[in-house]
């Protein structure tokens, strides 16, 4: 047994200190350290880099290999991955228990196998028989899909050894354990240690491997963040359990770009990838419905249009109550500044609600002149017309503001069918398409007159 020393480390935040204390100094959480194991030095994550280079190389001498990337047989998770399962890569999956993150990996197992790949799905969570009972739920029937429903590492590293499998799925890296580790599972330093050991048998074998890993309420990975530093990729699953579809998002990925969205929709047969997304969000749209307008949201280098609802009733209180649903509070306490202050539509004595239909969460300025336009229509009471999208950011002196990747949303809007968009002037910017009617429109003012004269 390794000789190790303790350590206290906080769980909120992941720092560590040498003396306990009853509030983490870097985070300020209360009575948040629990006293750990050092890391013993086989699992010192400083080894694994000086294993790779002992001397510096000058920039012309690097070499550089092309990214190989094996298709999924997903094509909503191979977008997220930046094209393709990239071998030797070590990829986080957080989400939500429940949100489907067992169910999109075994149903990936089951394709890549038909690939020609055989695949190891480690569950330290659930039995065979539990396994058994999903996969046959989801139609699994492939004869190179290997279970093994137990978390210690070391006797994993066996069973790779021996299996040398394509892919290896990891449900959950909270459940894994290392028995040099002492530690209970699900604690950082066996997370930690977990995932380093993982990433060197990544690295070494380039086999592959996606880990699991339970999202906490707060929205950090148990184990929290540290993960997601040494991690190649993260992804999020997410969505609203109550409704059918799933969203899987890429946080970080050393292979691709970040902020790319896989959608998909989970049925009695598992889930199903969602081919075009803005058609699903927009099914719902009641047609001159007052307060409901159309956006458009880059979410990685794919447009989606998304409805946004807002509500808006006089306050019966002293403070006006100000909810919001899928988009950032400070936003929507700016937009409502801006609609009273330069706009002069009184919003600051009254109840103020605004949703994304569907549960989306949208993290972009660009809505900002259609959720403003959701807000007027539903003080006014009166409709704005179907079939327009409103794109333009709003800046604090009530401009619209030029976004970015317009032609792209212009492009996508005229393919889906709607015949026009309402977009921020520039004045060396000149956009026309064939198809779909573009209003350039410089002040939020000028937008609010062209709907309510
Ligand atoms: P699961 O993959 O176990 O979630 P996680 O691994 O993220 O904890 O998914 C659990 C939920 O998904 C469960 O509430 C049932 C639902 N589900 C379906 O709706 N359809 C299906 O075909 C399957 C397998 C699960
Ligand atoms: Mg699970």
Known sequence: MPKTTVQYVCQSCGASFRQWMGRCSTCQEWDSLQEESILPKAFDLKGLSKATHSIPVRFPDLSHEEVDRHPSGWFELDRVLGGGIVPGSLVLIGGEPGIGKSTLLLQVAETYTGKGHSVLYVSAEESLSQLKQRGKRLGVSSKEL?????????????????????????????????????????????????????????KKSSIPIFLVGHVTKEGSLAGPKILEHLVDTVLYFEGEKALHYRILRTIKNRFGTVDEVGIFRMGEEGLEEVENPSELFLEEKPPGMSGSVIVSSLEGTRPLFLEVQALVCETKNSFPNRRSSGIDLNRLSLILAVLEK???????????????????????????????????SAAYGKAIEDGVVWIGEIGLGGEIRYVQGLERRITEARNLGFKRCMIPYHPKKNISLDGIELCPIRTLQEGLERVFP
């Open 342 to 376: 330069r706009a002069r539509v009184g919003v600051d004595r009254a109840d103020v609600f605004v949703n994304v239909a569907g549960g989306m969460k949208i993290n972009e300025p660009a809505i900002d002149l259609g959720l403003a336009m959701a807000i007027a």
């Open 146 to 202: 290997f279970f093994w429903a137990e978390g210690d590492l070391s006797r994993l590293e066996m069973i790779i050894e021996e299996l040398s499998p394509g892919l290896i799925l990891v449900d959950s890296i909270q459940m894994v354990y290392h028995p040099e580790l002492e530690s209970s599972p699900g604690s950082l330093i066996q997370v930690r240690g977990c995932s380093i050991r993982l990433m060197e048998i990544a």
